[in-house]
Structure formats: C-alpha cells, structure tokens
C-alpha cells in the first residue's frame, strides 16, 4: 500500500481527494497534516510515497512546505510533491518547481489529479527500485559473496574512516591457509562451507566494535579501533590463530588450518596499514602454524629481500640454480647405511647460498612448489640410480612432499612417469608427508597414498607428533615409516618426558608393522638412548651433516668397504 501524504487545511479538499483515490485504482492510505508543526512530526515517522500539497495554509505555503521537505531529505525532496491551489500565481508555480515540485495544478482540476498521482507513483516505484539495486549492487561491492562479510573495498573505506577520525587504531592480516591446495581438491561448496566456520570461529574472537572482512580465499582481516597497545594486539592474535586451530569436519572432509598473522598499529593511511601488516605477515614462517609478527619500519627492507627472491626463484629451475644434497640414514644397531634423504639447496648467482628457510616457504607461497618439487623427485631417482649403476650398495632414497604437490591433481601420473624414466625401483622411492597433509581430508588421503602403494611406492609419515598426533589414522593410512619430530630428540638427555614420549612413539609404530626413523641426532648419548628403545633408523649430524651427491658418493662407497 501506498502511503500518500496531504499537507491541506480544508476539510471539504481532503475529503473530495479521499474519494477520488478510493473512486481510482490507486490503493492508498492517506495522512493529512495542516500546519508546520504537522508536517515535520510526520516526515520524521517514515518516508512517504508521495506529498500533496496545498499552497496557502495558515502558518506555511507551498514554497515554504518544500523547503522542509527537501531539508529533511538533506538538501533535495527526498519525494514527490504535487502542488494544488486554487490561487497560486504563475510566479509561484515556477518558484515551486525550481524548489523541487514535480507538477503544480488548480484545484479545480481536481479530475486531472488521478493521472498525476498514477504518473507520479509509477516515477516513485521505478526510482525506489533503481535505489533499491543500486544498494544490492553496492552491497555486493562491498562483500564476500562466499560468507557476506565485508571485502577488502570495504575494510579499506572503514580504515580510512577510523585513521581520521581517530590514530589508536590496529589491523591484523590472518592468512589461514590461502594458499591451501587442499582447499582446491575439494568440491566447491566444501571449499566455501570451510570458509564460512573459519569466518564463523574468527567472529567469535572478535569485538562489537571490530571490523571483521574476508579479503580472499582463505585470508582475513580484523580492524581494531581503540587499540590499547601490543599486549591487546596480541591478545587478540593469539585468539585469532587459536581460533583456526582446531581441524574443520566437513562431512567426509577433516581440514587442519595453518593459519599466521601479520599486525601493524596506525599509519598514514589505510593503504600503507594494508602494506605494513603484509610486510610483517611475509616474517612469519609459512610452515608455523598459530605464529604472529607485529610489524616495525626494518621489516619493508626484508619485505623487498622476500620479493627479490621470489622473482628469482621463477627463474632459478630454467638456469639450473638448484642442487640437492643428500643426507644419510644408517640403521641405529649397525651402522649400515639403508637410505638417503633428497634436500633441495639454492645457491643464487649474486647473492649465494640461500638458506631454505627462506626460500622453501617462498616456493610454497607463490605455487613453485610443484614444478620445483617434481625437480626434486626426479633428480633424486635418477641420482639413486646412478650410485646403483655405480656399483654402491642400493639404498632407498626419499623426498619431502609439500601438502600443495600431495593435492596436486596429477601426482600419481608424475610418480609413475619419473619412475618409468630414471628405471628407479618403485620401493626404492620414499615420499615423506607431514602430519598436516595427511589430516587434510581423510578419504582423498587414502585414496592418494593407495594410488602410489599401487605403484610401489613407500610413504613416510614426517614430523610425527609435531600436530595432531592420532593412533586411529596411523592405523588407517597405508604408511610404512614413522619418522619422530626432532623436538623430541633435542632434550634427550635432559627430559624424562621426551624420553617417555619416543619410547612410546617407536612402540606404537612397530606394534602396527611400521619402520621408526629417529632425525636430528647430534650426540652419541641420544643415539645409545635410540639403540635401548630398538628405532630402526638414525638421522642427524652425529652421523652425517647432507652432502653433495659427488661427496655422498664417496661417503657411501667408504662406507661400504668398512663393511665389508
């Protein structure tokens, strides 16, 4: 229904309009004020479809009515007025349309009033519903269409709203696995559905007053008015990544987030808060999960370090800048050397050697990883083939697989084709998986690592304990070794837990048929301690730091001879 509103001191006018709307197609309802006072009470209850207006009333006129009418709009009629007098002089009606009036008419033209209101409400309508997409099109600019919270348009307009009107105000990047590949490899809507609970669980972290917006894909932001100072910024940090910290259940699917921040208090503006909080996000190490960096002015030199490299790395496969060192596995009872693990090393022509701390999380990053990796895999089968064709003792070679080659849609297709070329037995081939990777999606898991034992392949389950360390998915993936996080082995010989915790570890593993590698060991007391709890296998500069293939060689075949 339409609400029309009647700005007439007579009531003969009034009722004589009243019968000709109910005499029209027109359903209406119609309100009727007569004084100043009348009509502002009535423009502030609502907004009315349309104003008919008579021009002399006893404390206002037309021109007058118009005024407040287009005040209360902010400047301009927010609706339509039609005028009606039955003296008004042409001056006027001229004045009126200027001040807004969309028709002046006589009032004893009262039946050719019907065809303005019709025209005028069919105006009204068609602009109401132009506002009305106008707003739906702006929503939509300014909002994630996967969770409906506000989107990087919009986090930018508030910011700069806030930086104005007031400096104590704090922005927190959250990257919760954005680059997540595992992600990818789902079905849409599953992908959309693990979105949607990561934005639920960070909301519940957050303030009223706080601005949470989904700027893409996994990667978030929290603006924080009033920020009190660092220790609150990273109160609400740690909330946040703790926040993301359990593993999402989507139906068939179990997804485990690595998700780390990056803060910057204040600034010019919002687009250099947006750069400063990124430049502190690239200092946390993509492979830690729940970590957090507050930014500081050095961080843009390190910022144009990370870029400098990433632009390299594009390049760094194509001018053969990549080597791999290999480091020796040895059975702990005897010595004998059973395996080598593949370790990519990157020596850059002008700025060296580059550490892989640095530049491994970069290839993760930008996506290198998979075409790096395939490298990798490669290299190293044709390496292990070369020692055999040698004469050396065979050894079972293994290579780390990052979650974004595990998921990469093509994996079993390379596996085969790599071993096919380099002649590699299948078991002589050890992909080594973390925890996390393995969590992403049980049944896709299962069906990955039964797809490579269908080729021969062996898998290693790396860095166990370091995450979600369970009995009930160990018994269920097809893995042939455990591998022991090297936090564990640090503190032998100090720590009674650690040393409870790998007795237990390689007990669990041989109990369910599994090999127990043991890395990181450095002193020949963690190594005796191994020997007692009967681990298979030892890694670590105690026996070997990772050597160039050409030293490796060497090593190998000295090896082999004191064996002999």
């Not at 053969?320 to 080598?340: M, R, W």
């Not at 395939?374 to 697989?401: F, S």
Request: proline share 5%.
């Amino acid at each position: 229904m339409l609400h029309i509103l009647l700005i007439e001191d007579s009531d003969d006018d009034a009722e004589l309009l009243r019968l000709a709307l109910l005499d029209s197609e027109i359903v209406a309802q119609l309100t009727r004020v007569a004084t100043r006072a009348g009509l502002i009470a009535a423009l502030g209850e609502r907004t009315w479809d349309l104003v008919v207006c008579d021009h002399h009333l006893p404390d206002l006129d037309a021109l007058i009515a118009l005024d407040i009418i287009a005040a209360a709009g902010g400047g301009e009629p927010a609706m339509p007025v039609i005028v009606m007098s039955g003296t008004m002089e042409t001056a006027e009606a001229v004045e009126a349309m200027h001040r807004g009036a969309r028709d002046c008419m006589a009032k004893q033209d009262l039946p050719k009033l019907l065809p303005v209101l019709e025209r005028e409400i069919a105006h009204a309508r068609a602009q109401a519903e132009l506002r009305s997409a106008r707003a739906t099109l702006q929503q939509r600019a300014e909002q994630n269409p996967v969770t409906g919270l506000p989107n990087r348009a919009r986090l930018e307009l508030h910011l700069q709203t806030l930086l104005r009107d007031e400096g104590a105000v704090a922005l927190l990047l959250i990257e919760a696995g954005r680059r997540s590949h595992a992600i990818r490899a789902l079905l849409p809507d599953a992908g959309h559905k693990l979105q949607q609970e990561m934005a639920r669980r960070l909301a519940m972290q957050t303030g009223p007053e706080d601005l949470l917006a989904h700027l893409d894909d996994g990667s978030f932001a929290v603006v924080m008015p009033h920020c009190s100072g660092e220790a609150a910024l990273a109160a609400l940090a740690g909330r946040l990544n703790q926040a993301l910290e359990p593993p999402f259940e989507l139906g068939d699917y179990r997804i485990a987030i690595s998700s780390r921040i990056g803060a910057c208090r204040a600034g010019d503006d919002a687009e250099h808060m947006l750069l400063a909080a990124t430049a502190a996000l690239l200092q946390v190490d993509a492979r830690r999960g729940g970590a957090y960096r507050l930014y500081t002015p050095d961080m843009h030199q390190v910022g144009k370090r990370r870029l400098i490299l990433e632009s390299a790395l594009h390049q760094a496969l194509s001018r053969e800048e990549f080597e791999l060192h290999y480091q020796p596995k040895a059975s702990i009872s005897n010595g004998t050397i059973v395996g080598a693990e593949a370790l990519l090393r990157w020596r850059h022509p002008t700025l060296g050697p580059i550490s892989p701390l640095e530049f491994v999380p970069i290839l993760e990053d930008s996506g290198l990883i998979v075409e790096v990796g395939r490298w990798v895999i490669e290299q190293a089968c044709l390496q292990a083939c070369r020692w055999r064709d040698a004469g050396l003792p065979p050894i079972n070679i293994a290579v780390n697989l990052s979650a974004a080659q595990f998921h990469e849609s093509g994996l079993i297709d390379t596996i085969r084709d790599i071993l096919a070329g380099s002649h590699l037995p299948p078991e002589r081939l050890v992909l080594e998986i973390t925890e996390r990777v393995a969590i992403n999606g049980e049944a896709p898991t299962i069906a990955v690592m039964d797809a490579l034992h269908r080729l021969g392949v062996r898998i290693a389950l790396d860095d166990f304990g370091a995450d979600y360390s369970s009995l009930g998915y160990l018994k269920r993936f097809p893995i042939d070794t455990l591998k022991i996080d090297r936090m564990f082995i640090t503190d032998l010989d100090a720590s009674e837990a650690d040393r409870n915790i790998v007795r237990a570890i390689v007990a669990m593993g041989h109990s369910l048929g599994l090999r127990v590698v043991a890395e990181g060991i450095e002193t020949e007391t963690q190594r005796a301690f191994l020997a007692t709890c009967a681990c298979d296998v030892m890694q670590g500069y105690l026996y070997s730091r990772p050597l160039p293939a050409d030293d490796f060689t060497r090593f190998l075949a000295s090896t082999a001879l004191q064996q002999a």
